[in-house]
């Protein structure tokens, strides 16, 4: 028996600095997420200040600024359990989902998972066998995303990925 691994994902925070609200929904979704996966446009590499103590894997995405463009890959690979996931942006593969998810399979050919941002636009689906998730933009106070979206992935046996929405307590 594998033991079960929880990853929160986000992506599209768009934060100059963590705000307040910030750090309240993020202790409020991703608190028993040992592994957290940011796929890019933090805007501000402090935005990942807040997960102190977890394992965190990042990439920067075209809004990012030059620490977080010097500080991050562009695209990478990891493990989650016996799983390889990639993890981009994709603003380099194009400006919508469907360009985006067509250059996926080339860049990651290997991973059973593949994590991008970019579109704002959530999704969690498999196809050919990969399990494609795009968290959408975790932005707490824009007009881009209320409800706030993210996704968390469960490994373990199997992997398994589901895609939420942040409503304030």
Known sequence: ??????????????LRRPSREYIDAVRQC?????????AGDLTDISVLD????????????????GT????????????VGNFTVGLLHGYNLG???DAIESGLWNVFP?????I???????????????????????QINSWYSSPCPY???EAGEELHGSLHEFSPR
């Open 1 to 14: 028996m594998t033991d079960r691994i929880r990853a929160g994902i986000l992506s599209d925070t768009h």
């Open 30 to 38: 991703f608190a028993d997420c040992e592994l957290i996966i940011h």
């Open 50 to 65: 807040v997960f102190a103590g977890k394992t965190v894997h990042a990439v920067h995405g075209n809004c990012c600024g």
């Open 68 to 79: 977080g463009r010097s500080t991050l890959p562009r695209e990478c690979s990891f493990q």
């Open 95 to 97: 400006r919508y989902a």
């Open 110 to 114: 290997e991973a059973d998972c593949i």
């Open 116 to 138: 991008y941002g970019h579109t704002h636009e959530p999704v969690c689906k498999r196809v050919a066998g990969k399990l494609i998730i795009n968290p959408g933009a975790f």
């Open 151 to 153: 996704a968390l992935l």
